[in-house]
């Protein structure tokens, strides 16, 4: 009888044991999840810094294009200018 009761002690405790086990195994994947999110959110930062990176870069060539504007501008006016005064001569 004790030896009965003892074995059913020792196989609850055993499941007991297997209980915490999968618990533990709930909790390690659990924070898997948590790492693969952060990894999400890190690589969706990273792309919004590209996007950044290339809006910068579009800004950029828009200046470069004004400036190349301006210069036209201006060289357009100088021969305007060196026309009239050709012509006064």
């Known amino acids: 009888m004790m030896k009965r009761l003892k074995k059913k002690k020792k196989k609850e405790k055993e ?14 994947k659990e924070k898997e ?3 693969e999110k952060e990894k999400e959110k890190e690589k969706e930062k990273e792309k919004e810094k590209e996007k950044e990176k290339e809006k910068e870069k579009e800004k ?7 400036k190349e504007k301006e210069k036209m ?7 305007k200018i060196l026309l009239k005064l050709g ?3």
């Open 15 to 28: 499941k007991e044991k297997e209980k915490e086990k999968e618990k533990e195994k709930e909790k390690e």
């Open 87 to 89: 012509r006064m001569s």
């Open 73 to 79: 501008m201006m060289m357009i006016y100088q021969l």
């Open 33 to 35: 999840k948590e790492k």
């Open 60 to 66: 950029e060539k828009e200046k470069e294009k004004e």
